[in-house]
């Protein structure tokens, strides 16, 4: 985990750790409009039925989508467009008391989905967000190094250092 919050970190080094996962898919052709309004619903609605269930939120980490339009819109969000609705969303819809929460690459490409990161991160600490934010991310981190490696022995090191580099761009976004 390359965040430096304390109180995620505590979370973390527990051992397991409930995590909710409510993924919003990039594939589609919404609007970043129309995920706003789907993401901020569907977390609404998840963090009623924790409630009704008595969930402690204070050990529950949110791992979730970014707001972005979809995949076959014809359209790139800027990550300033991606941070302040995404921003926006989880100021309205996840409680103070949940420790962390956790962003899913969503199929974006490495760069975007590091870049979008880093905007929204930024956002959090302009609005003062009361969760410390990291990352999930699986395609995101791997994509690049599968392509190094191409399953062979000897782009092993090559593989680990284009890892190893991506993890350090991801990293450095949460600064």
């Known amino acids: 985990v390359c965040s430096s919050d304390l109180r995620l970190q505590a979370i973390l080094k527990a051992g397991m750790v409930p ?18 309004e789907v993401v901020e619903t569907t977390l609404h609605v998840l963090f009623d039925a924790l409630a009704e269930q ?15 339009s979809g995949n076959k819109s014809g359209r ?14 989880l100021l309205a819809a996840v409680p103070k008391e949940v420790p962390g929460i956790v962003f899913l690459s969503g199929g974006q490409e490495p760069d975007q989905a590091t870049e979008n990161l880093a905007a929204i991160t ?29 399953g062979k022995e000897e782009h092993v090191e090559a593989a680990r250092a284009v890892f190893i580099e991506r993890l350090r761009k991801v990293c450095q976004a949460l600064v």
Request: charged residues 25%; proline residues 5%; hydrophobic residues 45%.
């Open 122 to 150: 930024l956002r959090a600490k302009e609005l003062n967000a009361p969760w410390p934010l990291t990352f999930s991310y699986a395609r995101a981190l791997q994509e690049e190094t599968l392509a190094a490696w191409q």
């Open 76 to 89: 790139r969000d800027t990550p300033e467009e991606v941070a302040e609705d995404t921003i926006a969303v």
């Open 19 to 36: 995590m909710v996962e409510p993924e919003v898919l990039l594939e589609g052709a919404h609007s970043r409009v129309r995920a706003r």
């Open 54 to 68: 008595n969930v402690d939120l204070s050990g529950v980490i949110l791992k979730t989508s970014m707001v972005l």
